[in-house]
Structures are given as C-alpha cells and as structure tokens.
C-alpha cells in the first residue's frame, strides 16, 4: 500500500507522473532508449526543456512579461549566492524568517552589503514579522515566501519599487500570487515541483547587466538565458520529472485550482490541530500559518509513542518536525491528496479517544 507521504522534502509528487517517468528510464518518447541515455541536445530532450520553462512561466501568469525561466543546478542554497552575485552592488535588503533566510544572509555578505530589516530569530522563528520598511537605496529585497522548517508563510509581501527577490522553494505553484511583482523567484525542484537535482529560476530580465563585476560563467543568469538553460548538461530527468508535474498542474486546473484543495488541506489539519486538546500548533499568529508545512506539537510528549505507532500502523509516513524546531511537521505540497489529510486527522482523533 502507497503511504500518505507528509515528508518536507524531497516529497510527493502525483502517481501519475511517477508512472510516466518511470516508463521514460525505460523507453522514452518511443525512441526505445532510455531518457538517462540520451544527449541533452537531442531534438527530444530539447523540446522537454523548452516546454517546461514555457509552461513554468505559463503557470505563474508571465508569459510575454519581459521574464525568462531556467532549469539550474546546485539546488536553492545556489541561488542564495547567485542571486547576490548577479544583482548586489552595494547595498541589498533581506528578511530573516528562518534558516534558509539566514544562509541566503552569509553568502550575500560575501558580495556586499545586507540590511537585515526584520528578524524572528529570537523566537526561533515562530512568526513573521510585520511593519518593517525596505529603504528605498537597495539594489533589491529579498524574503522566502514559505519557511519549511517553521511552518510559517509570508501572506502579505511589501509595497516597495525596489526589486523583489524570492525564495519560493517550498510554495512555488501552490497559490495565486501577482507575481509580476516580484523580479527574480527561485524555488528548489524537490519540495513541490519534482525530484532534486534541479532549480527553478524566474527572473526579469531587465533586472539583469547592472552589476560592475565580472561574473563566472556558470553562475552568470544572462549566460544561463543566452544558453537556454543549456550552458553545460542539465540534470535532464530532473528536468523531464519537473516537466510531466507542471503538466500534471496544468491537468488539474492550474494554480487557481490546486489552491482550492490546498486550502482544503490546510483548513482540516488546523481545525484539528486547534480543536483536539492533545495538540498545539507551533506557530505563535495564525494568520501567519503555512499552507504547505503545517507544524504542530503533542501538549504532552508522553504520549508521543502512542501518536507515532497509531500514525505508522496508517500508513502515514514523514510527519518528524526539523530538528531545529521538534514536534511534528506535515507537509501539505499539491500533490498530497486530501484523503491523506484524513486520514492523519482521524490518527489524531483515534489517539485523543484513547488518552
Ligand atoms: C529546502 C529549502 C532550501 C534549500 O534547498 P536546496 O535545494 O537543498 O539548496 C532553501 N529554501 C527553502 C525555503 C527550502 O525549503
């Protein structure tokens, strides 16, 4: 029996584009060679590549808006600094919600100067901070829409004419958001897109060529556009897995469409969360509750080998809080059925009856 997969990351993805990929490693395109053994540069792989970046910007509603999509490697910890190193000159702006934000923060330093605006460090990043100010003399701002690790997302982004730079990683595709306000997004494959392997990069291109350094080749954006994500070999199934997702995507509806059933998710986790005694939540503002990670802890830890054998004997699996934070963390990506969510709220109820 398939497990209902809460896991943070690498995490679900559809049956259905399990099926097709697998079916690819075998026989790709009716080429009878596998998709692992074909050149990057074939008319086949080619196409895959080009329809993904298409249909990634078609999702996020920027076709024909000045943006460009790239598939990249070295996952979204490589984004902290490359973003920094194609778009720092002096000064940049960044939110600190959490350990992701905090890395993208060291490297940035490593390049030029960062403001820190606002930080919720000292509660170990239990909320978002609100009514800070991005100044106005920064080459950009940067936030992470959804904090993984904490559970807590971003619902309001600020009015600023500076640039915004943003790490998506773990809600990219999952809600409606004007993105056009956004100048640079970037979002690792693994949380709710595809395998790991491979980073999505949206970028709008007249943000790019205003910086005085010289800039690596590999980690150049205009390099990557110049090339169509093609400058060296890509991680191709990575690539095709992201692809046959967004498709899937597309299948469901779209983004307006998944947003509904995620929202559904998210509603019934909480409302348990909230209504069972055994349970607290571990984000301090609800308003400030993720759709996707949804974090909560046993009020008292005794019963926690209870909760773990009644979670496991379900078949619910990947639901151990970040290290950093404890507890425990479901992770709701697009892919998770509601029928999941079910079942880990009826583990929950099964438990507060036998306390
Ligand atoms: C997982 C995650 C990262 C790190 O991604 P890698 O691809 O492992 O570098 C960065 N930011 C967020 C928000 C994440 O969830």
Not at 61 to 71: D, M, R, V
Not at 311 to 326: E, L, P, Q, T
């Amino acid at each position: 029996m398939k497990k209902h997969n809460f896991s943070a990351g690498p995490s679900i993805l559809p049956q259905s584009v399990l099926e097709k990929a697998s079916e690819a490693v075998l026989n790709f395109n009716d080429l009878d060679l596998s998709i692992l053994e074909i050149s990057h540069r074939s008319k086949d792989f080619v196409e895959v590549m080009e329809n993904a970046r298409d249909l990634a910007l078609k999702h996020l509603g920027l076709q024909n808006k000045g943006y460009q999509a790239l598939f990249l490697q070295g996952g979204a910890s490589m984004q902290f600094l490359m973003t920094a190193y194609n778009l720092l000159e002096q000064k940049a702006a960044y939110l600190n919600t959490g350990v992701w934000s905090d890395k993208a923060i060291k490297e940035a330093k490593l390049i030029g100067d960062v403001v820190e605006v606002a930080t919720s460090k000292s509660d170990n990043f239990n909320f978002i901070p609100k009514n800070y100010a991005v100044p106005s003399d920064v080459d950009y701002f940067h936030c992470t829409s959804n904090n993984t690790i904490y559970g807590t997302q971003m619902h309001k982004f600020p009015n600023t004419d500076v640039p915004i730079v943003c790490d998506m990683s773990s809600d990219i595709f999952s809600r409606e958001l004007d993105f056009s306000r956004f100048s640079l997004i970037y979002a690792g494959a693994q949380k709710n897109m595809g395998p790991a392997g491979t980073t999505l990069v949206v970028v709008k291109e007249d943000i790019l060529g205003k910086v005085s350094r010289a800039i690596p080749s590999m980690l150049n954006y205009q390099v990557q556009i110049d090339k169509e994500s093609m400058f060296n070999t890509p991680p191709v199934f990575s690539v095709y897995v992201s692809f046959l997702t967004l498709q899937w995507l597309e299948q469901e509806g779209g983004i307006s469409s998944i947003e509904k059933v995620n929202n559904q998710k998210a509603d019934m986790l909480y409302k348990e969360i909230d209504r069972n005694p055994l349970f607290k939540g571990y984000v301090a503002n609800v308003e400030d509750r993720s759709k996707m990670n949804a974090t909560f802890n046993l009020v008292n830890d005794q019963l926690k080998e209870t909760f773990d054998s009644h979670a496991k004997a379900a078949g619910v699996s990947g639901i151990n809080g970040h290290r950093s934070v404890g507890g425990y963390r479901a992770s709701l990506y697009n892919a998770l059925p509601l029928e999941s969510v079910k079942v880990l709220v009826e583990v929950m109820q099964e438990v507060e009856r036998g306390a």
